[in-house]
């Protein structure tokens, strides 16, 4: 149960035994999740001072190496979830295979996957508007003990035990489920302390926000260019607002919070679109419908696809529920 102040900390052991058969593992992967998130956001917040810290590739006035951010966050979730031997094996955008952690005695008994987006909307960064990370967590499927295989990934979204982002925008958020409802944390940057400030968060069943690169148009499938005629048409409770901030956790926050829908639809350019299954649209539309709101590509599920690649793509349609419904009638009958 979720209260008011609680810290994401003592949510957590509260909440330890809603996790299906966890022995604390699950709980100690979300805590080291937000000691990574914590890590990483001073980094982002430090963006701004690139210039005077030295642009990504050159030595900063420590003398170190500017890393970019991106590869950054990789790097720091990665070694955060190794180091404390957590996890049997790690998925990320930034890498081309996937990483197969063995403990120290070259055993790794661990039962939890986790793949990632480690820093999602970077190139948002040069302009200060807010990125985010996504995870998304599996339990293996392969045999406990042996080297985790392609099989542990290529899992459908609707086998996640757990998924979340952290957004770093104007304040820092872990916002994530275990498959009880979702729940926001907002970080005191003073003290490093998450505090619940969102709990069990709802993505209401209407809204009149949607999110969609309308550069983009002309290349749409026909059905998504008449549901934008829709939004914009004058009748009953539209137009809608147009909102597009060109950060996948960002919009689907704002959308969750006031209602509305994020489209990233397929192209002739890119026929799968451009969002990524595995480690963005599985993890949101898990979330999505654990605060009550639904994902498709258009038309099916996101959660029940069977996933065939690590870095597979597909049209990506998310939020409230009724607005995704009218969605997929367009992509039905075009
Ligand atoms: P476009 C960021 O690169 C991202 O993956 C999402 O976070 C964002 O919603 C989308 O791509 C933006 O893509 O083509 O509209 O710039």
């Known amino acids: 149960m979720a209260k008011q102040n609680q810290t994401l900390g ?145 899992q459908p979204g609707k086998n996640q035990v757990a998924a979340g982002y952290i957004v770093y925008g104007t304040s820092t958020m872990i916002v994530y489920s275990t498959g009880h409802g979702v729940n926001g944390f907002t970080l005191n940057p003073a003290i490093g302390t998450y505090y619940l400030s969102h709990p069990n968060m709802k993505y209401p069943e209407d809204g009149n926000i949607y999110s969609v690169n309308e550069g983009n148009y002309v290349h749409f499938p026909q059905g998504v260019k008449d549901y934008i005629k829709y939004c914009q048409k004058e009748e009953d409770n539209r137009p809608y607002s147009a909102r597009y901030i060109g950060s996948l956790v960002s919009d689907f926050h704002r959308n969750m919070i006031k209602g509305g829908i994020y489209i990233y639809p397929n192209t002739a350019k890119d026929p799968d679109g451009k969002l990524r299954l595995l480690y963005e649209c599985n993890p949101m539309a898990y979330l999505a419908e654990q605060a009550g709101g639904s994902a498709s590509n258009g038309f099916e599920r996101i959660l029940d696809i069977q996933p065939t690649t690590l870095h597979q793509r597909v049209p990506f349609f998310c939020g409230s529920k009724n607005m995704v419904a009218k969605a997929e009638e367009f992509m039905h009958n075009s």
């Not at 966050?73 to 180091?83: D, M, S, V």
């Open 10 to 154: 003592e949510f957590i052991i509260e909440n330890q035994e809603e996790f299906k058969y966890s022995s604390g593992e699950l709980s100690r992967l979300i805590n080291s999740i937000r000691l990574a998130a914590k890590v990483v956001n001073h980094e982002v917040n430090k963006a701004g001072l690139v210039d005077i810290l030295g642009a990504a590739g050159e030595t900063n006035v420590q003398g170190e190496d500017q890393q970019k951010l991106d590869v950054y966050a990789n790097e720091i979730f990665i070694k955060t979830l190794t180091n404390r031997e957590i996890v049997c094996g790690i998925a990320s955008e930034e890498e081309d295979d996937y990483i197969t952690i063995t403990g120290r005695n070259k055993k790794n008994d661990n039962k939890y996957i986790v793949l990632m987006d480690p820093l999602d909307g970077s190139s948002n960064i040069d302009v200060n508007v807010s990125v985010g990370t996504i995870f998304s967590i599996y339990r293996r499927v392969t045999p406990t003990g042996t080297p985790v295989t392609i099989e542990d990934f290529l």
